[in-house]
């Protein structure tokens, strides 16, 4: 029998592309339907935060911050204004302290339910995108209250935050708790029993420990290996020590692990959140800082639990009000580097699978 | 009604006329049928997912669909430089004049004016559905575009697959009925009972099959949003992007009435008349269709040729030994 001429195709997905969750480009080479490589293009976002960063002081860079990773952008402002911090040694007032873990563990919970809704829609189902807007929704009139923004809050200061929260604002958080409680048990109901979903995310784009450390994954996708590795745990910053909480961890390294895990994490949140508005005192917000920022020369590292995986921000100073260098460490675009290796031998179908397991925020990998 | 018993007349021209005239009828009613269907779909898709739904265009937005075909009526016809024009320009067509056609052999009331009564009506229905096949795969292939060829070829195959389990599923129905007439089978219940209650394993590889047929979700890989764009209608934009549409939602209104005439007993019930009985059938089963989509995700491609070859199709064959046992000893004893 004569052998069929086969080629091999060269896809282009994205940078348009409903499901590259804004403008990643994969240059995919299909045999088939059998991904045989795939080059992933980034920088169709890229605004030179970190060149910019260079000529501003420290305090306005935080309205880029939030430009970095837009669905979670007060841990983004945490990061920098934390670095600064503890470059320069400032006491932060307790209030500030609870009300900065309140907003951000909002934030984590808001930025994680919309990877459910996201990844849902990329596996084919409608329903769950909507249903965790309504909870994002009352995530984001929260901050609204808190800071008058939905999406870039621009909330952080260097030594405390802008604003007190308005009266009522602990309660209607506290209020949230139990109803956002509920919603998780609803997604489980929805989503984790559905045996075409599981069908389509047990035992796909796993990786063990060993691979995910080799690429520097944090977050989610180096937990979801089975890793106990959360700094909130491992180096506490802020307040983190004084609360009551796990860290779940998954077992296999596959798309699953790492759904339930962004569900795992809401929970845990939650906890946080209850505890911080339990114990939040009374007080200033805004400490004792000088009115023009100089961090002593020399360099500073500090990484947080962002949303994604570890968010570092690392910084030279020459003593001036502007940072020398300003480098961010974007998790997303260093969990985005194992995605060829993954993808290799998968098909197309799956691409969207893992692809959107991963978790990125196109704003955050090009910056 | 004499007015449109024309299958047994002699073809003359006033025969043809008639012929043509009871054509537009059904065409216009259709159209109105899959109007409302995308209204229906959209409200409660849309109630489903916390949504108001279409609201806008006249009271309780009733004619957003009247609104849609007109947008896309008076869109720009656009063919890419680099297809297959002539394929291109029919593949609509091939696509969705059999969508209209099976529709003839429906039998929406005893009397069915409309109806074809062929006596081989599932054989016709199943074999003219078919063609719908070559239109989508033509659209693909014609359209010269990467997203379009996959989601061209990935519904060849799977319509092609499904195709199988759905006609072996019928088969119990029609060993039942001892006909391939619609008429016959419907016939066949009233004296008998609903063919849910006997052909229950039949039924379920008829409804899991029909929504594959069909390219509905959890089965809408050819169109797969997330992964294709639009599949094999990526280029198409205009009328015969609504052609497509149209073809993809007049099936899922005959599917839903062979599905209410082979297993709920057609237009047979008490007290309302026949149509009305009809339509709440056919209605509940697109309301099924629309339901599943709110809820389901999408199967991955290759689980879905697993999934008709290694589980319908098995059990379509269980189903129908077991039927053709069971009735011979009813037969012999």
Known sequence: MAEIRTEEMLMNVGPQHPSTHG?????????????????PVVGYLHRGTEKLAEDLQYTQIIPYTDRMDYLAAMLNNYALVHAVEEAMELQIPERAEYLRVIVMELNRIASHLLFIGAYLLDLGAMSPFLYVFQD???ILQLFNEICGARITYNYMRIGGVKWDAPPGWIEKVQQFVPHMRESIKMLHDLITGNEIFLNRVKGIGAYDAETAIAYS?????????GYKWDLRRNRPYSIYDRFDFEIPVGKNGDCFDRYILHLEEMEQSLRIVEQACGQIPEGPVMGKVPKILRPPAGEYYSGIEGARGELGVYFVSDGKDKPYRLKFRRPSFVNLQLLPSLLKGQNMANLIAILGAVDIVLGEVDC | MPFFQWVNDALTWGTLFRMLLGGIIVLLFLLGVVAYMLYFERKIIGWMQLRIGPNRVGPLGLFQSIADVLKLLAKEDIVPAQADRPLFLIAPI??????FVVIAAIPWTASHPFTADISVALLYYLALSSITILGIMLGGWASNNKYSLLGGMRSAAQMISYEIPLGMSLLGVILMAGSLNIVDIVEAQRRFMWFIIPQFLGFCVFIVAATAELNRTPFDLPEAESELVAGYHTEYSGFRFAFYMLAEYLYVFAISCLGAALFFGGWSGPLLPGWLWF?????????FFFWLRATMPRIRVDQLMTFSWKVLLPLALVNIVLTSVIKYWVNAG
């Open chain 1, 23 to 39: 403008v990643l480009r994969l240059v995919v080479k299909l045999d088939g339907e059998t991904i045989v490589d795939v080059d």
């Open chain 2, 94 to 99: 091939i696509a969705f004049v059999p969508s």
């Open chain 1, 136 to 138: 994002r929704e009352r």
């Open chain 2, 279 to 287: 339509a709440i059938k056919v209605s509940a089963f697109i309301f």
């Open chain 1, 217 to 225: 994954l944090s977050g989610i996708n180096l937990r979801c290996t």
